[in-house]
């Protein structure tokens, strides 16, 4: 294909697509339920014309979905959502097989990451901007606010795939300035069970063991933050053989990982004793300059939350006595002033993603499905809806749980007429 016939891009070696086609064929096996999508959307095509500016991790597993909402007759452009995730072949293989517009670069800094969420909130691959949103952030919809205008009269609403994200929108809502619907993807009971629990509690523990070959069995590890990934790494720590330490501001959060077996302290007390310290809250500065100076030597420091300030990097660096020194490709060591070193994982960036590859296809098979459906609902329904944050529908979300059954060949009972009364019933038992 010559390259004047190719849309706007910014991505690293176009040479690298068959690479990528590979990549993404091998995740496409993998996610049977966005294959069924699929199916239906090129039947139907619902999304015939509509123009989606996505700003997500650039895997193989998103190039499934942007395959799928292309099927619907949908235009979608794409630049990444962090800039340690970018798969740059995958990048190269959505630009040259499938016409998409791309721009991300593994690495690339927040000034060029900046340039790619504007290019797309300018064009979405047309002489008009975006339609429908996709956020792993909210950077989008909220860079979208910030410059107003004409962006938001052509929006139809968006989806947001994170809990940072929806925080961050939430507070533009109760400000009064999200100007159009939101569909909550990140809430869905499927992708909370799912993504955050088994998505997030395996693949945060791939990407520390992968950056830095640490044995998890006989550490002590300090997970800060019990929500939903939180209680999936927590799990996975120890049945992999962790000594498993929760820190909690929620005392409920903290009352369920008690009962569930793990010692529940506070921050400064477990600074002491973690050999792990994995930080998951949404939050920021969670742990600085009075957690690393209680630290035993060697500690790694390990981010699982969305953005990289959960961890303090500048107290970090104010505490050493030097810059971080690279041991590992993905572990920077710092050298306090009496001798004691940690180790910081990914750049504090979101570790599995920036030391792995992020969530296994099986779990973004239903992350994507309820995606690629969210984005259908909002084609059939969003004028109906107001500007604000909105649930997924409970019907979509039950689809995507039945699909994946189905997908897994597991078969389950169904209620019985009586039973169906009895649960919408409110008289008096009979």
Known sequence: MARASLPAHDVADLSLAD??????????????????????????????????????????????????????????????????????????????????????????????????????????????????????????????????????????????????????????????????????VNEARTERALNDRHGTGQSALDGIVRASNVLLAGNTIVVVGYGWAGQGIAERARGAGGAVIVCEVDPLRALEARMAGYEVMTSLQAAERGDIFITVTGSRRVLGARHFERMKDGALLANAGHFDVELDLAELAELAVGPGRSVRPLVE??????????????????????????????????????????????????????????????????????????????RIDEPTVEQEHYRESWGPLA
């Open 19 to 184: 690479e990528g086609e590979a990549r993404v064929r091998w995740a496409a096996g993998q996610m049977p339920v966005l294959a069924q999508i699929r199916e239906r959307f090129a039947d139907r095509r619902p999304l015939q014309g509509i123009r989606i500016a996505a700003c997500l991790h650039v895997t193989a597993e998103t190039a499934n979905l942007v395959r799928t909402l292309n099927a619907g007759g949908a235009s979608v452009a794409l630049c990444s959502a962090n800039p340690l995730s970018t798969q740059d072949d995958v990048a190269a293989a959505l630009v040259l097989s499938d016409r998409v517009e791309v721009r991300a670069r593994r690495g690339e800094d927040i000034d060029t990451y900046g340039e790619h969420v504007r290019a797309l909130l300018a064009g979405a691959g047309e002489a008009t901007g975006p339609q429908i949103t996709l956020d792993d952030g909210a950077d989008l919809l909220m860079t979208a606010h910030v410059r107003g205008g004409g962006i938001l009269d052509e929006l139809i609403g968006g989806t947001e795939e994170t809990t940072t994200g929806l925080v961050r929108l939430r507070r533009l809502q109760d400000a009064g300035g999200l100007r159009c619907p939101v569909i909550a």
């Open 333 to 410: 060591e710092y050298e306090l002033a009496d001798g004691r070193r940690l180790n910081l994982l990914a750049h504090g960036r979101v570790v599995n993603l920036a030391a792995a590859e992020g969530h296994p296809a099986q779990v973004m098979d239903v992350s994507f499905a309820l995606q690629a459906l969210a984005v259908e609902q909002l084609v059939l329904r969003g004028a109906e809806l107001p500007p604000g944050v909105h649930p997924v529908s409970p019907a979509v979300d039950r689809e995507v749980g039945r699909l994946k059954l189905l997908a897994l060949g597991v």
